[in-house]
């Protein structure tokens, strides 16, 4: 009979997908899993209000420069994708990019915007090693913070104060037993690809609670940030420059 672990402390171990030596078909096809995984838990959807509501602020002012939105680790680009679509069907002014360290994973993400006709473009970044360029309103991650140990962590939450022009965006697994069993669950119901199978289980040991994210937050200079839990089993943490 299969147990989940104890979920009391993170256990944070190396995920399949962060080999670096992980075959490319392999990585395509797991980046292909997430972006359904993603589609169904709704990240874009997660971090939509935020985004949407300083478009509006921007558009009352008579502001009319687009909301410049960057997706920190942004894996295989299925969000800022979706995030495009949704400012192009409200007329909205937003333009977008996402960065990552992996070549594969930047090379699935220019291919996903390419076949939707979305006008977002990546970059390489170490966001671990580089500082986040300056000039973007909204800084957004998702799903990466649960990779890191704490002090990368804190590492990634200091470059993304120290960048975000107006709004820093985490959104996240939320550490604990229910998550654990739907990450078990739909990784085998949602996807083949065994990477998938392993790390789903793996993300979940490793995430933060909400309330830790957020204690970490504030340590590097989110004051005032604000952390919610979000459906399913997610959270959004929540920064703006005063």
């Known amino acids: ?138 800084l957004t991650c998702s799903l990466f913070l649960h990779h890191l140990d704490e002090q990368q962590a804190l590492l990634l939450l200091m470059r993304m104060y120290e960048s975000a022009g107006t709004l820093a965006l985490v959104n996240d697994l939320a550490r604990g037993p229910a998550g654990w069993w739907a990450a078990y669950l739909g990784s085998r119901i949602l996807t083949r690809s065994p990477v998938v199978r392993v790390d789903a289980l793996l993300s979940v040991e490793g995430a933060f609670t909400p309330a830790e994210a957020l204690s970490l937050a504030v340590r590097t200079g989110w004051h005032g940030a604000t952390v919610a839990r979000k459906f399913p089993f997610r959270y959004l943490l929540t920064w703006r420059r005063p």
């Open 1 to 138: 009979m299969l147990f989940a672990p104890s979920l009391h402390q993170r256990n944070v171990r190396p995920e399949v997908m962060d080999d670096p030596a992980l075959d490319a078909g392999q990585h395509h096809r797991a980046l292909d899993a997430l972006a359904r995984i993603n589609w169904l838990s709704a990240s874009a959807r997660i971090l939509w209000p935020a985004i949407h509501g300083l478009c509006r602020e921007r558009q009352k002012t008579g502001d009319s420069r687009p909301v410049r939105v960057l997706d920190v680790a942004t894996g295989g680009g299925d969000v800022p994708v979706r995030l495009w679509r949704k400012a192009r069907r409200r007329g909205l002014r937003l333009e977008i990019s996402g960065c990552d360290f992996s070549a594969v994973a930047l090379e699935h993400a220019r291919a996903q915007a390419a076949r939707n006709g979305a006008e977002v473009s990546f970059f390489p970044l170490d966001v671990l090693a580089q500082p986040i360029p300056a000039g973007y309103d909204i």
